[in-house]
C-alpha cells in the first residue's frame, strides 16, 4: 500500500509562487509514474501534471502549461510541483496521484488510471 501526503499549499496573491510537495514511507513510489489533479469547488477534478518514474517524461493540461513544473526526486521519494505566475482560477485542492506501474517510462493523465491518491492540499490565490 502507498500512502501519500501533500504539502506546501497556502493562500497566495495572484502571480505569486507555490510549491507542492507529495512523498510516502512506500519505497515503491519511486518507481511509480505520478501526477497532479485539482479540484475547485463544485467543480470536477481535473488533470494538472504528469511524470513517469524516472522523470524523463513531462505531460501539462493546457491550462498550467508554461507556468507549472512538476519534478521528482526519487532519492527523497518526493514529487514537486513548482506552481508560478498563479491565478485566482487556479485555486482548488491539488492532489498527488500514483500509478502502479513499475519503471514505466510514460506518464498518465486519465484520473481512472491512478491507483493511489493523497488527501489533498489546499491552494488558495488571491486576486
Known amino acids: 500500500q502507498v500512502k501519500l501526503v501533500e504539502s506546501g499549499g497556502g493562500l497566495v496573491e495572484a502571480g505569486g509562487s507555490l510549491r507542492l510537495s507529495c512523498t510516502t514511507s512506500g519505497r515503491t513510489f519511486s518507481s511509480y509514474p505520478t501526477g497532479w489533479f485539482r479540484q475547485a469547488p463544485g467543480e470536477e477534478r481535473d488533470f494538472v501534471a504528469a511524470?513517469?518514474?524516472?522523470?524523463?517524461?513531462?505531460y501539462y493540461a493546457d491550462s498550467v502549461k508554461g507556468r507549472f513544473t512538476i519534478s521528482r526526486d526519487n532519492a527523497k521519494n518526493t514529487v514537486y510541483l513548482q506552481m508560478n505566475s498563479l491565478k485566482p482560477e487556479d485555486t482548488a485542492v491539488y492532489y498527488c496521484?500514483?500509478?502502479?506501474?513499475?519503471?514505466?517510462?510514460?506518464?498518465?493523465?486519465?484520473?481512472?488510471?491512478?491507483?493511489?491518491w493523497g488527501q489533498g492540499t489546499q491552494v488558495t490565490v488571491s486576486s
Open positions: 496521484a500514483a500509478v502502479e506501474a513499475y519503471y514505466s517510462n510514460t506518464y498518465y493523465f486519465t484520473e481512472n488510471d491512478y491507483n493511489y
Open positions: 511524470i513517469s518514474w524516472g522523470g524523463s517524461s513531462t
